[in-house]
Structure formats: C-alpha cells, structure tokens
C-alpha cells in the first residue's frame, strides 16, 4: 500500500497534468482519487479475488463487510472458513459442522475451554466456550466462585473488595435461540476466532480482564430444520426476491425446537432439555452482562438497547442507566461502519423468560439485539428501499455489536462488578411481602413442580418444623389478608435473601405495570399459573424453619400389597393420566368413577381410575407386577383393595364407575394451525403423558378417514379454510355418530361461528344485548378522532395481554374431574361462550367483574365483557360431544393449572 500511495499521489499527480485539456484532468483527478480510496483499504480487501459480476452468487460477499483483517493473528489457530469450506455469508452451517469448528478451535487454542451441557430434543449437543486468556484459565474454578462470592451477602466486605480489585468481568454471549434467526451461530464462530486468534492489544487487554462465555447455538434442533430446509430451496442463481420459495419457510418455521416452542420464552420455566443445561451452567457463573442475538424482519434495521416499557420495576434503577450505555456502544460502533440502526422504539423486557430479561434478574445486565434478516432473510434479500441485506452483513452487524460489548464491559470491569455485588444485597430489597407459604399438596399438584424450579436458580426454599398460624395470609384469588393456620411441612420462600428481585419477579401475585401496550403477556405468577394452594405475608415468620434440598417427589408405588379386587389410581394425582396411558398400554381394561368413593378414611375423587381382576382375568399373573412397574414409571400410587364395597360413596363396579377406553386421536397441524399451541399439545400428550396421538396435516382432512378417529383435536387456528359448509356437515355427522372434538382457543369461537355446534360468543351475545338506538348509532364519538400516533396505545387498551382471570368449575363434570372447583384461567382476547341451555358449563368466568381479574392487565371493558361466560363447555350431539375450551390450558407448558381439562377432554370424555 506505501507503494501504491507514493506512486499515485495527488500532488505529483496535479503536477503531471498540467497543459492537459481541462475534461482529461478531471478524469485523471478523479482517478486518482479512487486509486487513493483503494489504497487505504486493508491489504486483505485487496487480495481477495474481485467478484465476478456474472457470477451466480455475485453479491454475496460485499467488500465492507470484513472482520477485523488488519488485525495480527496467529496462523495456528484454524478459520472460519479454512475449517467450514465457505466465507462467512456464502452459506449457513450445520450444526454439526459448528461442532466441528468449535472442536478445532478449541484444540488448537489455548485461550478456549469448551464444554457439553446438555442436549437437545433430538440429541443435538449443546456447548458453551470459554474464552480468556491462559492465565485466566489456569485460575477458571477460582474465578467463578470468587464471582458467586459476590452475590453471597454472607462474605465479609473486605473479601469483596479484594475480589473486585483483581477478577474478571463475567460476558455471556447467547446466539440462536430461534433457529430461523440464522446468522447469529455464524458470527459466534467469527466472534470466537477473533478472540482466539488475535494478538493485538486490546483483545489481550479483553482476554485478561473478562471471561467471554459464548453459545453459538441455544436450539441446535430448530437451527437445523432451517438450515436443512433452506438448503433443499436455494437456487443456483442467487435470488434477492423475497416472494422466491428460498424466501419463504414452510410450516411450523425453524424458529422453534423439536416440540415447536419458543425456546426464548422458556429461561425460567426449564421445560425443555434446552433450557435446563443452559441454565445449570448459567448459574455456576451469574454473568455481569450477557446479550441475547436475534433477528428480525428483513425490512427493519438493527436493533440495540435500550427497548421500550414496560420494564420491571423490581430492577434497579441502574440497570437502564447500564442499557443504554451498552446501546451507545453499539451505536457508535455502528456509526463508524455506517450500519443502520434504531433504539428505544420496540421491545419490552417485562416478561422474566427472555434471554434479555432473565440475566437481569441475577445481578446482569440483560440485553437484545435485533438484527434485520430473519426467515425470509436467505443468503441475500432485496428490503422495500431497493437495498440489498446480505447474509454477510447480518453476520458482520453482530460481529460489531458483540466486540462492542465485550469492549465496554472490560472498560467498566469494577464498575459492573459494584453493580453485581450491591444487586444481591437483601437490604436493597422493596418488597412489603417477607414470605411466600405453599401448603404441601403431597404430589398431588404441581407445587413439586414449582419447588424444583425455584432451587433450580438458586432460590433458599425452607420448610416448616412446626405449625403456625399467620395474621395476615393474603389469599392469591382475591388479594386479601385473612388469619390462616400452616402446617408444619409448609414450603416457605422468604424474600430475604440475595435472590429477592427473581423471588418477587416470579411469585408475586401481580407485577407493577408502567403500560398496558406490551410485547408479551401481563402475568406469569407461579403459584396463579400452576394453579397452587398458596399466600403471602407481610409479617415476619416466627417458627423453626428447615432446609429444602432438592423438591420432593409424589408418592408412589403399589400401597397394600397384592390386590384380591381391585387396583385404584387417583385421578386428583399430577400423574394419573400417564398411569391411564401406560395401563393401555398394558392392555388392561379401565374404568373411571364418575363419583367419589371412600374406604379405610380416604377419599377418592371423581375420575380415579378402577381395575377390577374380575375384568382383566387374562392378566392375573402378572399384574401386581405391572401395577408396581406403572406406578414406578408414572410416578403414581396405586391402591390394592381386597373388596368392592366402600364404606361411603360408590363400590368400585357400580354402574357410576364407567369404562374408559384408549381412543384414537387426530391432532390437526400444519397450514392454518397455530404451531406453538399444537406443540404444547403435542408434548402435554407425548412426553407428559406419554399418550399416543396421530398428527394430521390439515390439508389431509378433507381425505381423512373419520372412522379410524374417535377424537379430533383442533388447536387454535384459522379453521374456516379447512372446512366449507359440507366439510362442518359432515364432521357433524361424525360427532354424532360418537366423535368427541375438541375445540381449543380460536377453535372453540369457529365451532361456534362455522354452526357446528348452537351457542354463541360473549361478544355476540353482548352486542345483542347492547343493541344501539338509531341516534346513538349516529353520534360522532371521541374514538373517531384519535391520532394516528396513538393509535397503536388506543388498540392495546382493547387487547387482553395475558392475564390471569379468575376461573369456576363443576367438579361433578367429567372434563373437570382431578381439578377442583376453582382455577386461574390464562386469557389473551375476549373470547368466551355465553352459557345457555344448549350447553353444559363446565368452566365459567367469575361473574363479578370487579372480581375477575386476578394478575395482570385487562380494560375493564374487557373484564364485563367475559365475567360469567364460559372458558369451558360441552354441547353433546347424537352419541358424541364438542368440547369448547377457549383458552390455552398449557400455555408454554408453565400455565398448566387448567392442563387437566384437555386431558379428561381427550382421554375420559369419549367413554362418558
């Protein structure tokens, strides 16, 4: 390049045009001008090949998007590309292939450690790299826990300050949750190889200073059908178009994993293997900062902090002044590469599951970025201003924003570690609550469930030694305190502890809410969602108190020994529909009562399942042995009795005791379908239950063989392309000749609008009610005025962002048996069926509207719109059934309090 400037420089160059004729010397200045622009580029740019314009891929790899090629490295250490094949944006990587980068770079430098923690749905690993310097590695155990010592209020002040002066800064790096959002695991691998090969300054001065943990790929399984997919559809010729197949993913999307979850609502709730490694190893190192890479539509520029309201106001105030801060950082990172980028105008990080939302709970600063791309993204996009958006760009734009926030954090290593520090101090805490009371259900519920996730990220949970009574056990349903009696074996979380703002953030019964227009849902309370005997108190909790290690499990096993009558499973127990499934399994015959029953001082509920061996003769030799297994595997326990006759309610071969048979089901999917609700459906009934189910396209249904189904489960959807007039006729047909459906969410409202079944919505039976007068029909109202800037602010007020309403139940009815008289009902719209006489109401509203919002927000024009209504109803036709649920009862598979009432839908309800 020094060459190239001393030979080609301006003033030689005016000084060799004089005499010419004035049009040539502005040629040749101009020439030189561009002979100087490309002499100041970096010699890496220069020795690439120049692209071939007639290529087929021609664009691809646009000459200003390079990373860092100025920067000296060490040869050993393997590329990207040497080890991939391909430059970054030229293709996207299989999973398997970034393993095969990871496990090169980490042979062949010494700056990483890598390691497996855990696996995916499908067997995919899934790994987290440790990058710092050697030094730093020599030390790594020593590390991490001087950096748990900060948040342990129990290590003296001095010890602190010590471990500030001379530790790391703690950077998590999370790329991919959303498998579709492809171009984020590619630049972890470049973000990797800087680190790892760089030997200039100030990735040195990075390397010594922090402990960059970074993984490339958060839902391996969901990133491969993408990759897989896009593969199979891209042209030879490279296609910018967005309405090109290459542009255009088919159903469900690669966005989510194997059971189509979003993954990146999953943080707290720990369903998913994904998760639950993941978090495992986050809370072995509670990161300063951590960053969560996204993508979104290929129309919209990058994205970087901060985000809009509503924020948790449980987070210090700091927190934002450190959001921002991380933002301008990658603002001025992309100033200076002329990126296009916007901040503040979208994404709320209220809800606590987000990969942005979660590590703030634990002392990090959490954050997003969101790149332009997505789905429709492919290797190149033409966007609706005619530029266009390379794969290599979205990579590079990550690039930057990552080194920009690994800079910083090291910039303000002793101050992001007073932040971290002060963060876990209980004395910082806000809260009027000081403890937390969960009644011990024995397993019957979900507060096992519950216990497990909250040790699961650290939190104290202790027990009572004794009994105690508590003057003011404010009550979950309506808020209010009351004198309330605990007995010893109670689960108690006090909110004084280092953990207070995620103990808070997750089990209060409502959050602070700045505004009602958010991203997400409104309410996500733990013992609400899980449907949990449960209070809390403001006064402080006098009685011995023990210790709680790991959650305890339900009892199980075989009670009683060798049955002469009968074996008994309750059905009021969190397992019994997995037991019903393996004893079909088993081949036995069932029967379920539709009555409660006693004998020997326990009661058993409605819907507990009956073996008698008078009816299952053919299995007398083996099933006490299956019974045992059953019990083991399922997690239940089983009941031998020695009689029929009970001392109260109904014997066990009463009439009221009624043979359930396995049914074949069909769970509609694809096209049309809501794929996040058909695969809660899906693994509630595949993993969960362990039951069976048939999943069949929707664009097979008009080919269906009905006969070979007794039960059809539609998830919501847009059903009114599925079936025309005759299509609902004859699924009519079907039901009346003994088909159950089952109608969830927006289904329910179609089975009502389509006519298969005689009822009406709440809306359509408020507008009935609320018919208007001609001349009110003709006022000019304020709404017709409101400003355009508004109106986003205007339609959020109409919606229902997930709210918790208060929900009743006939327990007498065989779609509720196993869930008591009273449950929190998870609403997203007004959807709701009016009650008639037409229909039997298993599940309505709380009437009163004052009432019936119980956590989150709802206008309260929404609120009397559905109090009274029904979330759940049964119309029977002929010798079958249509069951409306018009809520998600396993929303996200945490809002699982109402999961029963799909359950007993698919399972009892055909045998009743």
């Known amino acids: 390049m020094l060459t190239l400037r001393s030979r080609f420089s301006l003033s030689a160059f005016q000084s060799a045009s004089r005499g010419v004729a004035p049009l040539l010397a502005a040629a040749l200045l101009l020439l030189a001008a561009a002979l100087l622009l490309l002499a100041a580029l970096p010699a890496s740019v220069l020795a690439q090949d120049a692209p071939d314009p007639l290529a087929h891929d021609a664009g691809l790899l646009p000459a200003y998007f390079q990373f860092d090629p100025d920067v000296p490295r060490d040869e050993s250490i393997p590329s990207p590309e040497s080890v991939l094949g391909y430059a970054a944006g030229e293709a996207y990587t299989l999973h398997a292939h970034v393993v095969d980068y990871i496990e090169a770079l980490t042979a062949a430098s010494p700056r990483i450690g890598t390691r497996q923690i855990g696996q995916s749905w499908e ?222 105008e979208a994404f709320d990080f209220f809800y606590p599951g987000y990969g942005s939302s979660y590590p703030s709970l634990f002392g990090g600063i959490g954050m997003l970025t969101e790149q332009g791309g997505h789905s429709r993204g492919g290797r190149a996009v033409e966007t609706n201003d005619g530029y266009v958006l390379t794969l290599r760009q979205r990579i590079f734009d990550h690039y930057e924003t990552s080194l920009a926030t690994i800079d910083l954090a090291v910039r303000e290593r002793r101050a992001l570690l007073d932040y971290f520090q002060e963060f876990y101090s209980p004395q910082a805490r806000e809260t009027a609550t000081t403890a937390y009371l969960l009644p011990d259900d024995g397993g019957q519920g979900y507060l096992y469930d519950v216990i497990d996730i909250l040790l699961e990220h650290g939190v104290r949970v202790e027990r009572l030694a004794e009994d105690v009574t508590v003057r003011d056990a404010h009550d979950y349903a309506t808020g209010e305190p009351a004198q309330a009696r605990f007995d010893a074996g109670t689960f108690v979380v006090s909110t004084d502890q280092a953990r207070h703002i995620f103990i808070e953030t997750i089990m209060a019964r409502q959050m602070e809410i700045e505004d009602s227009v958010m991203y997400d849902m409104s309410s996500w309370s733990a013992p609400i969602a899980y449907n949990l005997e449960a209070a809390w108190t403001e006064s402080e909790l006098r009685a011995e108190m023990e210790a709680v290690s790991e959650a305890p499990s339900p009892r199980s096993g075989v009670m009683g020994g060798p049955a002469a009558y009968a074996y008994v499973v309750d059905w009021e127990q969190r397992h019994a529909p997995k037991a019903l499934a393996a004893l079909w399994r088993a081949g036995y015959n069932v029967r379920s009562a539709t009555k409660t029953f006693a004998f020997g001082g326990t009661t058993y509920g409605r819907g507990s399942l009956v073996v008698l061996l008078g009816r299952n003769r053919d299995k007398a030799a083996d099933i006490h042995r299956d019974m045992q297994r059953i019990a083991d595997h399922a997690g239940v326990a089983i009941q031998a009795f020695n009689t029929g006759r009970m001392d109260a309610g109904i014997d066990l071969a009463s009439s009221s005791s009624r043979p359930v048979k396995e049914p074949r089901v069909a769970l509609v999917v694809d096209d049309g379908v809501s794929s996040y609700t058909a695969g809660q459906l899906w693994l509630l009934f595949d993993r969960w239950t362990e039951f069976g189910v048939d999943r069949i396209r929707s664009g097979s249904l008009s080919r269906l063989d009905w006969s070979e189904y007794d039960v059809l489960l539609l998830p919501g959807g847009s059903y009114g392309g599925m079936f025309d007039s005759s299509a609902v006729a004859a699924l009519g047909d079907w039901v009346r000749s003994g088909g159950t459906v089952v109608a969830t969410e927006s289904a329910a409202t179609w089975a009502v609008s389509s006519g298969l079944v005689k009822a009406e919505t709440a809306n359509e039976w408020k507008k009935k009610k609320e018919k208007k007068k001609d001349a009110e029909d003709a006022e000019l109202k304020d709404s017709y005025y409101t400003r355009y800037e508004a109106r986003e602010d205007s339609s959020g007020l109409k919606r229902i962002p997930g709210a918790a309403m208060l929900g009743h139940l006939d327990d007498s009815h065989p779609l509720a048996f196993g869930v008591g008289r009273q449950l929190y009902a998870l609403k997203f719209n007004t959807s709701a069926i009016a009650p008639s006489d037409n229909l039997q109401t298993v599940g309505w509203y709380e009437p009163d509207a004052t009432r019936l919002l119980v956590s989150g927000y709802a206008s309260e024009e929404n609120q009397q719109t559905i109090a009274g209504h029904a979330f759940a109803a049964v119309q029977n036709m002929g010798s079958g059934r249509v069951v409306l649920l018009t809520d998600n009862t396993q929303y996200r598979m945490f809002w699982v309090g109402p999961a029963r009432l799909v359950q007993n839908a698919v399972m009892l309800m055909p045998g009743m």
Do not use: C
């Open 123 to 344: 067997g995919r690993p899934l790994h987290v790299m440790a990058i710092t310097s050697e030094a730093n590695h020599a030390r790594m155990n020593d590390i991490r826990l001087a950096n748990l010592k900060l948040a342990d209020p129990a290590v003296p002040a001095a010890e602190k300050e010590a471990i500030k002066a001379e530790n790391p800064v703690i950077v998590w790096l999370s790329y991919n949750v959303h498998g579709n959002e492809a171009s984020s695991t590619e630049t972890a691998m470049q973000v990797a190889y800087r680190l790892a090969s760089a030997t200039d300054a100030r990735t040195q001065e990075w390397m010594d200073n922090a402990v960059v943990l970074i993984v490339p790929s958060m839902n391996p399984d969901g990133r491969d059908r993408y990759v897989n997919w896009y593969r199979s559809a891209q042209s030879h010729v490279l296609r910018t178009n967005a309405s090109d197949l290459e542009h255009d993913e088919p159903w469900p999307g690669g966005r989510t994993n194997h059971y189509w979850f979003d993954l990146n609502r999953d943080w707290v709730w720990l369903v998913h293997p994904e998760s639950q490694g993941r978090i495992a190893m986050y809370q072995r190192w509670l990161p300063q900062v951590h960053t969560d890479y996204h993508e979104q539509g290929y129309n919209a520029n990058y994205f970087t902090m901060p985000g809009q309201p509503p924020r948790n106001l449980n987070l210090p105030a700091a927190y934002d002044d450190w959001a921002d801060r991380f933002g301008r950082a990658n603002a001025d990172a992309f100033d200076e590469a002329q990126v296009n980028y916007f901040t503040r």
